[in-house]
């Protein structure tokens, strides 16, 4: 929760700087870090215990893709990492779905693929916290969103919004993509 760990930062210092917001799970600390699904339900339950609203990704790797084994893992990451908390903390965290194949790769979802995920992700939710909860829950996309998709993959029922990586870094680009939040 707090103390002085080289190259990290805590749920007690984000929270004495008033940044509401912590990304969880992200591909890269995945990755390079090797994160899982019961470190990141840590990672949560600090979040949450001051006051952050953790945005949790998930998503799958190519290859988990071509093998057609995509939902069951993101399914289970949803499941390691949050459902361990009752109704009304779920409501308190956002999700991130991120095809990690589409990010960076110059591939790119088509809005049917993120749709699938997105209510893949909401009936994973309903089912264990009913149909209510999981409406209430944000649902973001996050594999390359760029101004010449943004609008048709905010456009998908289960899409909530976007998480945004490089293409914030240009600002015309990342005014195009608000613009297309509409």
Known sequence: DSGAYTGEVSAAMLKSMNIPYVILGHSERRQYFGE????????????????????????????????????ELVKKQVEEALFHLDAAAIQKIVIAYEPVWAIGTGKTATTAQAQEMHAVIRQQLAAKYGHTVAQEISILYGGSVKPDNAKELFACADVDGGLVGGASLKSRDFVEIIKGVG
């Open 36 to 71: 899982d699904g019961q470190l990141l339900a840590k990672k949560v339950d600090a979040a949450l215990r001051h006051g952050l609203t953790p945005i949790f990704c998930c998503g799958e790797p190519l290859d988990v893709r071509e093998k057609n084994q995509h939902i």
